[in-house]
């Protein structure tokens, strides 16, 4: 019998559609690192790679432009590189940063001319299956956590200012939140959410099930960005309704599933006292379930708008000095937050030690005086918002170059359905906490302009 090797080969696409998929898995391991290395990173690379043995085949033209522009915005960086000494760490910082500006650029091109030469139908029936196997792995991590199940060790520090600490998958006195294989619930909201926008976008047969799961795993997070994108995609639709007189049905049930899972929610230690969390606090754990019935807690006394303490700071440090704002170049953006976060907690500390009230060195020796947090003074805060990061790095040109290309996009497709969804997914990642562009958005906003706006607007 003889074996046709060549029908047991893939071709060159194929082993970049297969290169893009278990890319896709590395970066959702966001909890996990692999001989020091965060697995996501792996991932992130991973992607790069198609994109850079192509590069000889994409418009060089298109290159040749995002690499002008990045170097003209980068101008204030480079003037500081040079009259200014930096440390082993500030270069590997540096490095990095730079790194996600170009892989994004790159696998944006790629991704756009990889899908138009191929069809649209593998990378959504992918996505179809992959939303669905990580919705059911986020809902069962979110009950494997409550009740004791089993759950992979998760090896990465947290994403707090406190370095070296393991990451907090426990809430004392607030319902249980899903983080699945992240460490944050709001990474979760900002990776899962957007493949799920751009999936039932395409997948137009009215679906239940799916739509369904995804809003659970999305609203068991009880974020108030998941709240936010939710508000904005109703908007989305109302202006696609009055368009083109359709709604999606899918949507519709995603938003449904999200605003209920996201209101309510269980205490850990209501349903399962016996957690091993919950035994750490024995008196807590009998003021919360004195009543013996199960609790039901919601967030209807907030606004679903509301955004943490640490994000309203940032946004009071960027419009408080955006009057005077200067171009401080990506190493120093999070260290000038830092400076204006510890300012007040700074003179907090020097008039303590310098009056040593007897109190202070007894029962409230941790405590501050609504000053700001002690740990800023050592370690650095990010300012968690891509638009305030790159304007801050690069100066009010960043602004400048997305609005005028956010309005070009618009002008040039006719203020089209399709260019409102495209930038929304923009304003998608623009306003999440990742405070940098990277091979992820680049290959999915790729994939997005080409679907779109080329002619290859497959549904399945």
Not at 70 to 86: D, L, N, R
Not at 117 to 125: D, G, K
Not at 312 to 323: G, I, K, N, T
Not at 385 to 413: E, R
């Amino acid at each position: 019998m003889r074996i046709n090797i060549e029908n047991m080969l893939i071709n060159k696409s194929q082993s970049y559609f297969l290169t893009i998929c278990f890319s896709f898995i590395l970066i959702f391991m966001d909890a996990y690192e692999l001989f020091g290395i965060p697995i996501p990173w792996m991932g992130m690379v991973l992607l790069v790679l198609p994109a850079f043995f192509e590069i000889k085949k994409s418009n060089l033209t298109i290159i040749k432009i995002l690499i002008g522009v990045i170097i003209a915005i980068s101008i204030p960086q480079i003037f500081k590189f040079v009259t200014e000494a930096y440390t082993s760490e500030e270069y590997t910082y540096l490095v990095l940063r730079y790194f996600n500006i170009f892989s994004f650029a790159l696998v944006l091109i790629f991704s756009s001319k990889f899908f138009y030469e191929n069809s649209n139908e593998s990378f959504l029936i992918f996505l179809k299956y992959f939303i669905l196997m990580y919705s059911l792995l986020t809902i069962y991590i979110y009950f494997a956590q409550i009740f004791d199940l089993f759950e992979f060790e998760r090896t990465r520090e947290n994403t707090n200012m406190f370095g070296e600490s393991s990451q907090s998958t426990f809430w004392l006195s607030q319902p249980h939140r899903a983080m699945s294989t992240f460490r944050e619930p709001v990474f979760l909201i900002t990776f899962l959410f957007a493949l799920i926008l751009i999936y039932f976008y395409f997948a137009d047969k009215n679906k239940f099930l799916l739509p369904f799961l995804s809003g659970i795993a999305l609203g068991l997070t009880r974020s108030d960005y998941v709240r936010l994108f939710s508000i904005i995609l109703i908007i989305f639709l109302a202006l696609n309704f009055i368009k083109t007189k359709k709604i999606s049905t899918s949507y519709l049930v995603i938003i449904f599933s999200v605003l209920i899972f996201s209101t309510f929610g269980f205490l850990e230690c209501n349903i399962n006292p016996s957690s091993i969390d919950c035994q750490k606090y024995e008196e807590d754990l009998q003021k919360i379930n004195d009543s013996g019935e199960i609790q039901i807690k919601t967030n209807a006394t907030n606004p679903v708008t509301d955004l943490d303490a640490d994000r309203v700071e940032v946004l009071l440090y960027f419009f408080q000095s955006l009057e005077n704002i200067q171009p401080q170049g990506l190493i120093n953006v999070n260290l000038d937050f830092q400076n204006y976060s510890a300012i007040e907690v700074s003179e907090e500390m020097y008039f303590t030690n310098r009056t040593l009230p007897k109190y202070l060195l007894t029962r409230y020796s941790t405590q501050n005086f609504g000053t700001g947090n002690y740990s800023v003074l050592r370690f650095v805060p990010n300012v968690q918002n891509m638009i305030i990061f790159y304007t801050y790095a690069f100066g009010l040109v960043f602004p400048a170059i997305f609005f005028l290309t956010s309005i070009h996009l618009l002008v040039a497709q006719k203020f089209k359905i399709e260019a409102i969804f495209f930038l929304m997914i923009v304003l998608f990642f623009a306003i999440s906490p990742i405070e940098e562009v990277n091979s992820f958005y680049g290959l999915l906003l790729g994939f997005l302009y080409q679907a779109l706006f080329k002619g290859n607007n497959e549904k399945i």
